[in-house]
């Protein structure tokens, strides 16, 4: 089944602590991405990834890392999480930045105290 | 760079009645748009898509959509709503800048009355 994983589902954590969100997919896609969704804000790109090793910023890619060193995974790291950083974020690929549609993963719910 | 607005953030319609939900955007050229649906508790599902071509687009669950170029809009509209409808809707475009990026806008919220 064609499917984008993101783990873990739910995290609360603590100010400082790094922490990384894994997001994997089996459909062979070469473009994936961040986002995080707020309440009133809808979804905002954090970084993307047009293949291995390429990476972008998106419109809120401060406070974050990635890394795309195979093409099936695509982590998101907090090296130093703040409570601005509690939301829900969603991981999506696509087949290239062209062909959509985007698969979204199921998101991750974080909470930074 | 651009933006997208969705002017209505709540609309609630009737089982059977026709549905249109508003997008607006802002860019230089002829942007991707995209329309999602997101159900409570899951991601975002792509519902259709505009690159080029013919301006009235189909997609999935009956929904089409409508490009207007002299108006910068994207709505979104189905004829007859279905209580399994009720979901929040985001409008999206996709252009370059330099690098490629993709704006939602903050998304409508769909209530159906039985």
């Known amino acids: 089944e064609a499917q984008v994983t993101q783990n873990p589902r739910y995290l609360i954590t603590v100010t400082g602590k790094k922490l990384t969100v894994t997001c994997s997919q089996n459909?062979?896609?070469?473009?994936m991405s961040w986002y995080r969704q707020d309440p009133g804000l809808g979804l905002r790109q954090i970084y993307y990834?047009?293949?291995?090793?390429?990476?972008d910023k998106g419109d809120v890619p401060e406070g974050y890392k990635v890394s795309r060193k195979e093409k099936r995974n695509f982590p998101l790291i907090l090296e130093s999480p703040s409570p601005n950083q509690t939301s829900l974020y969603f991981c999506?690929?696509?087949?290239?930045?062209?062909?959509?549609?985007?698969?979204f993963g199921d998101g991750t719910r974080l909470s930074i105290l | 760079a651009q933006s997208v607005t969705q002017p209505d953030i709540h609309i609630t319609v009737s089982e059977g009645a026709s549905l249109e939900l508003r997008c607006n955007y802002s860019?230089?050229?002829?942007?991707?748009l995209f329309w999602y649906v997101q159900s409570p508790g899951q991601g975002l599902q792509l519902l259709l898509k505009?690159?080029?071509?013919?301006?009235l687009v189909q997609g999935i669950k009956g929904f089409e959509a409508e490009f207007k170029r002299s108006q910068s809009s994207f709505n979104l509209r189905k004829p007859s709503v279905h209580w399994s409808d009720a979901a929040e809707y985001f409008c999206?475009?996709?252009?370059?800048?330099?690098?490629?990026?993709?704006?939602f806008g903050k998304g409508t919220k769909l209530s159906v009355i039985p």
């Open positions: 990834s047009m293949n291995v090793e390429v990476t």
């Open positions: 860019y230089g050229a002829t942007p991707y």
């Open positions: 505009y690159f080029s071509g013919d301006t």
């Open positions: 999506a690929s696509s087949l290239d930045r062209d062909n959509q549609p985007q698969h």
């Open positions: 999206a475009v996709g252009a370059w800048a330099g690098s490629y990026q993709l704006t």
């Open positions: 459909m062979n896609h070469e473009y």
